[in-house]
């Protein structure tokens, strides 16, 4: 498989202003550890705070190959922080391993020249198997017929649950569920101030699978797939029945960013996110509750076996650049192995397989084993159980950025009241064929 990336226009604009900047910078020293003595170094960026996992990643990586030094800067995963990593990979900043954390952000990356071949290198390793490009369920974007970097976590799509809300109604936490079930369940929760469900089930990309936006081998837009109009009138009924949150509200409040707080603050039944919501839930300091959360899988429209709308992420790849490949190459397989050691407490989940006992640390590490905070075993079910969650990986990437602005943009105005659904399909593919054009 390979992707439709247009080398002209990766990285346009931005990077261009930004090695312009650069230029200036050309006599500063390096980064600390850049050029250590009597010994090797790396120099990592990545978008995580570095006392949420990487410091501690970084120096047990030391601990195990020593004399090996370790530097890692964090940059801000926002568009200003995406152009100042870009930039860095394109100027003189030495950098051996950089993490991209979206998929059509790494491509553009690879695509540009800026990260590795690691095709031979992952694919002699058995034990990565479920990596290689020949897997029967890809897990690892393919770029050209070639492989960059190794997913280090999953972001498994589920429904955080307020337990004594159901409990108080008599309905147990789902282990499955469809999504007429999911709408019915928020009704009939709906009561005083508590509202169902924050947003409905978005059905669309986990029933089209990989390139959900694209028809025609990438050439077209895909928004004329109803599954993409039958999400919207999804929301809308949920909406106008009061059993979502209004959209004014959301924009309003920005909760589209910070929607944790009306449900840790008992206004929500249910909540559909990702892990990184169990941060949120151990901070009593900052979000006082005292319910019980529970977790319940992903609803699925009836009959439909497809993947979850979650994803693969934390992208590592070993810069083209770098000073020392071998060495980055083996930092990279470390930080996939030891993420479930690491990175948890923060709300990442390990995308390596994971034994009994590690599946058991890296739950520990994201509930503190809390069971007034969590419903323990819900979590693991959904988290670590078995099968794990399939998601769909993508071989297209041109234009992806703006193919899901138009979406959400025009999803948005129907949700708002200025544009009526039945227009959705038409403009939507008019403005998505003229992107894809304009980036072909």
């Known amino acids: 498989m390979t992707t439709n990336i247009s080398r002209r226009g990766i990285l346009a604009g931005s990077l261009a202003a930004g090695v312009a900047a650069l230029a200036g910078c050309a006599g500063s020293p390096a980064s600390p550890g850049g050029g250590a003595s009597g010994g090797e170094s790396l120099q990592v960026w990545g978008g995580v705070p570095g006392e949420n996992g990487p410091d501690a990643l970084c120096k047990a ?46 491509a553009r990356r690879a695509g540009a020249g800026l990260a590795l071949d690691l095709t031979e290198k992952i694919e002699s390793d058995q034990t990565l198997a479920e990596f290689h490009r020949s ?47 999911f709408t019915g369940i928020a009704a009939e929760l709906t009561k005083g101030k508590v509202i169902g469900a924050f947003d409905s089930p978005m059905t669309s990309r986990g029933t089209l699978g990989s390139n959900w936006l694209y028809a025609d081998d990438g050439r077209k837009s895909n928004f004329t797939n109803p599954a993409f109009s039958a999400d919207i009138a999804r929301r809308l009924q949920m909406q106008q029945a009061g059993t979502i949150m209004p959209r004014q509200r959301v924009l309003a409040e920005k909760l589209t960013t910070f929607q944790q707080k009306p449900f840790l603050a008992g206004e929500l039944a249910m909540l559909g996110s990702s892990a990184y919501v169990m941060r949120y839930i151990k901070d009593l300091k900052e979000y006082p509750h005292e319910f019980v959360t529970a977790a319940a899988p992903e609803p699925k429209p009836a009959g439909d076996a497809s993947f979850n709308t979650g994803g693969l992420g934390d992208f590592p790849a070993v810069s083209s650049k770098s000073a020392n490949p071998d060495l980055a190459w083996k930092f990279v397989h470390f930080w996939f192995t ?85 227009t959705f399909a038409a403009e939507a593919t008019k403005q998505g064929d003229a992107a894809l054009a304009t980036a072909s």
């Open 61 to 106: 990586f030391a601990d195990a190959n020593p004399g090996v030094t370790v530097t890692y800067t964090r940059y801000v995963n926002d568009d200003q922080g995406n152009v100042k990593l870009d930039t860095s990979l394109q100027g003189g900043v030495p950098i051996d391993v950089f993490f991209s954390y979206g998929p059509d952000v790494f």
């Open 135 to 181: 897997a029967s369920v890809l897990k690892n974007p393919v770029i050209d017929d070639k492989l960059y970097t190794l997913p280090c976590t999953e972001s498994t799509n589920f429904v955080f649950v307020n337990k004594a809300i159901f409990d108080a109604a008599g309905i147990g936490v789902p282990t499955a569920w469809t999504t007429d079930e």
């Open 338 to 422: 030891n993420a479930a050691t690491h990175l948890a407490a923060g709300g990442r989940v390990p995308s390596a397989k994971l034994s009994a006992a590690d599946a058991t640390t890296a739950l520990a590490a994201m509930t503190d084993n809390n069971s007034e905070l969590f419903d323990l075993e819900s979590f693991k079910t959904v988290l670590f159980g078995q099968p794990r969650p399939r998601f769909s990986v993508d071989t297209i990437f041109t234009a992806q950025t703006e193919l899901i602005t138009i979406k959400n943009k025009l999803e948005e105005e129907v949700l708002l009241g200025a544009r009526d659904l039945s």
